[in-house]
């Protein structure tokens, strides 16, 4: 994919856009937010098929020349990290799992200074073979996808029976030391196969309860995610949507919620105590109420381009500056870091899905990076 829009693929200096924009020190937009945040993609493919994120038969993936190399990979975070104040990295996909050199680049990233927070955001297929292999290798903490708390439902959803091998996934990573270990569910309102037979039913409400106390049992930290405008299949319906208020309360009839009154800062989450705690589970509730105004992410795709927003309509080519034969390394950073920093600068004060000229993004998320 092209770069689209502003701020293009060329720094623009004198530019009255950017007037007002810090050329040192953390990396600002208009709003004065912070994007201390990284999510950079490692691949767009995935060995699952969701049903809201792409068809059964996959999608066209990027071609390998297209894909930032390892070096490439770890340049953008040295920069990310020395130049712009960055202090979390979190290595996405499709699944990044299937980046053969993620150990290299977890090692590589852990020995910058200053060290950023390590992280990956994984369907935990092939965790218990490598959990322990990327710890040793730098990685501090992960995320986890998981929809169901049973076998029938989760082949369902993925269109894979691999169900068993993401409980033996995560526990490889709390073996390992990965802690805290985050559990990210997205619930659909179809109903769901309750019997092999698939004569019964399980509703959204039932995989929710599941999904809770499958959680507590193994002190993993629950979190819904309310789905989003970015399927492949451009599907999305907001009728459809099952909303944070309705998680919240068919969780509430179960067990016992009370609002987490510890600070959220720029976490995207809210957060309940369950039964008074210290057990808590989270609803994102990136629809119904965006946090935005919070937000201090940015993100890399796996070709290279930056997007300061999940929905942002424009992208910032910064690997046509990496692999420009015309600029020494050290005037090639110097050109990211500014090109970097005038895509955030511009960075709308919210992703606009109530305003009336919201579009869904070209790409969908798996090919963004979560």
Same mark, same amino acid.
């Given at each position: 994919?092209?770069?689209?829009?502003?701020?293009?693929?060329?720094?623009?200096?004198?530019?009255?856009?950017?007037?007002?924009?810090?050329?040192?020190?953390?990396?600002?937009?208009?709003?004065?937010?912070?994007?201390?945040?990284?999510?950079?993609?490692?691949?767009?493919?995935?060995?699952?098929?969701?049903?809201?994120?792409?068809?059964?038969?996959?999608?066209?993936?990027?071609?390998?020349?297209?894909?930032?190399?390892?070096?490439?990979?770890?340049?953008?975070?040295?920069?990310?990290?020395?130049?712009?104040?960055?202090?979390?990295?979190?290595?996405?996909?499709?699944?990044?799992?299937?980046?053969?050199?993620?150990?290299?680049? &977890?090692?590589?990233?852990?020995?910058?200074?200053?060290?950023?927070?390590?992280?990956?955001?994984?369907?935990?297929?092939?965790?218990?073979?490598?959990?322990?292999?990327?710890?040793?290798?730098?990685?501090?903490?992960?995320?986890?996808?998981?929809?169901?708390? %049973?076998?029938?439902?989760?082949?369902?959803?993925?269109?894979?029976?691999?169900?068993?091998?993401?409980?033996?996934?995560?526990?490889?990573?709390?073996?390992?030391?990965?802690?805290?270990?985050?559990?990210?569910?997205? &619930?659909?309102?179809?109903?769901?196969?309750?019997?092999?037979?698939?004569?019964?039913?399980?509703?959204?409400?039932?995989?929710?309860?599941?999904?809770?106390?499958?959680?507590?049992?193994?002190?993993?930290? &629950?979190?819904?995610?309310?789905?989003?405008?970015?399927?492949?299949?451009?599907?999305?319906?907001?009728?459809?949507?099952?909303?944070?208020?309705?998680?919240?309360?068919?969780?509430?009839?179960?067990?016992?919620?009370?609002?987490?009154?510890?600070?959220?800062?720029?976490?995207?989450?809210?957060?309940? &105590?369950?039964?008074?705690?210290?057990?808590?589970?989270?609803?994102?509730?990136?629809?119904?109420?965006?946090?935005?105004? %919070?937000?201090?992410?940015?993100?890399?795709?796996?070709?290279?381009?930056?997007?300061?927003?999940?929905?942002?309509?424009?992208?910032?080519?910064?690997?046509?500056?990496?692999?420009?034969?015309?600029?020494?390394?050290?005037?090639?950073?110097?050109?990211?870091?500014?090109?970097?920093?005038?895509?955030?600068?511009?960075?709308?004060?919210?992703?606009?899905?109530?305003?009336?000229?919201?579009?869904?993004?070209?790409?969908?998320?798996?090919?963004?990076?979560?």
């Amino acid at each position: 994919m092209v770069a689209l829009g502003f701020p293009g693929s060329k720094p623009r200096d004198g530019d009255a856009r950017f007037d007002g924009m810090p050329r040192t020190g953390p990396m600002l937009d208009r709003f004065g937010r912070r994007a201390t945040d990284l999510r950079i993609s490692l691949t767009d493919r995935c060995n699952l098929r969701c049903t809201y994120c792409m068809p059964e038969e996959g999608m066209q993936w990027l071609p390998g020349e297209d894909l930032l190399t390892v070096e490439e990979i770890v340049r953008l975070v040295r920069i990310a990290v020395t130049k712009l104040h960055v202090a979390e990295v979190r290595f996405t996909g499709g699944e990044p799992l299937l980046h053969k050199d993620l150990p290299t680049i &977890l090692r590589l990233c852990s020995a910058l200074r200053p060290r950023a927070e390590l992280s990956i955001t994984t369907n935990g297929l092939g965790l218990r073979q490598k959990a322990q292999m990327l710890a040793d290798c730098g990685l501090d903490r992960l995320n986890v996808s998981l929809d169901a708390a %049973d076998p029938v439902s989760y082949a369902e959803s993925t269109r894979r029976d691999r169900f068993h091998d993401v409980l033996a996934g995560l526990a490889a990573a709390s073996a390992a030391g990965l802690r805290p270990i985050k559990v990210n569910a997205v &619930l659909t309102r179809r109903a769901r196969p309750s019997g092999q037979g698939g004569a019964d039913s399980k509703d959204w409400r039932a995989v929710a309860v599941e999904l809770l106390e499958l959680c507590l049992a193994q002190g993993f930290e &629950l979190r819904f995610i309310e789905q989003m405008p970015l399927d492949a299949g451009r599907s999305w319906s907001r009728a459809e949507m099952i909303r944070a208020d309705e998680i919240v309360d068919a969780l509430g009839r179960h067990r016992s919620l009370t609002p987490d009154r510890a600070p959220r800062g720029s976490a995207p989450a809210s957060r309940w &105590l369950v039964d008074g705690g210290p057990a808590r589970v989270g609803v994102i509730a990136s629809v119904t109420k965006p946090f935005c105004a %919070d937000c201090d992410r940015t993100r890399v795709t796996a070709d290279g381009q930056v997007r300061n927003c999940l929905f942002a309509a424009e992208e910032t080519d910064l690997r046509a500056v990496l692999r420009s034969s015309e600029l020494a390394e050290q005037d090639g950073d110097a050109a990211v870091e500014l090109l970097w920093r005038q895509a955030t600068w511009m960075k709308r004060a919210g992703h606009g899905m109530d305003e009336p000229w919201f579009e869904q993004p070209e790409r969908p998320m798996s090919a963004i990076g979560g």
